[in-house]
């Protein structure tokens, strides 16, 4: 069974930085966070794979790394350079024990989801 909790959302300034936090449990081939702010559609933020291979949407290159701890089973979103549009709410996302599109940054990949931590970027 695949449980997921967030953790580490929060208010900053803009240019600011926040680590998020995933745990998981169960098996997590396949991992990424997406995000959805108020009026607006999920979008995928950045994923990874069993290899550790990344990918991420073009909006946060250069200033968001995602990264995971296979022994602890907990992924991480390393956030940098904050800026107000990026107020959201921040969900990760598992494939479970089968992953068929790895690095997908597309919500329909992801069975599992965890329930949200919200960051506030102010200007």
């Known amino acids: 069974q695949v449980q997921l909790v967030e953790s580490g959302g929060g208010s900053v300034q803009a240019g600011g930085s926040l680590r998020l936090s995933c745990a998981g449990s169960?098996?997590?081939?396949?991992m990424a966070w997406f995000r959805q702010a108020p009026g607006k559609e999920r979008e995928g933020v950045a994923a990874?794979?069993?290899?550790?291979?990344?990918n991420y949407a073009d909006a946060v290159k250069g200033r968001f790394t995602i990264s995971r701890d296979n022994a602890k089973n907990i992924l991480y979103l390393q956030m940098n350079s904050l800026k107000p549009e990026d107020t959201a709410m921040y969900y990760c996302?598992?494939?479970?024990?089968?992953?068929?599109?790895?690095?997908?940054?597309?919500?329909?990949?992801?069975?599992?989801w965890g329930q949200g931590t919200q960051v506030t970027v102010s200007s």
């Open positions: 990874i794979d069993n290899r550790d291979s990344t």
């Open positions: 169960g098996s997590n081939i396949c």
């Open positions: 996302a598992s494939s479970g024990l089968y992953c068929f599109s790895g690095r997908s940054l597309f919500s329909r990949s992801y069975p599992y």
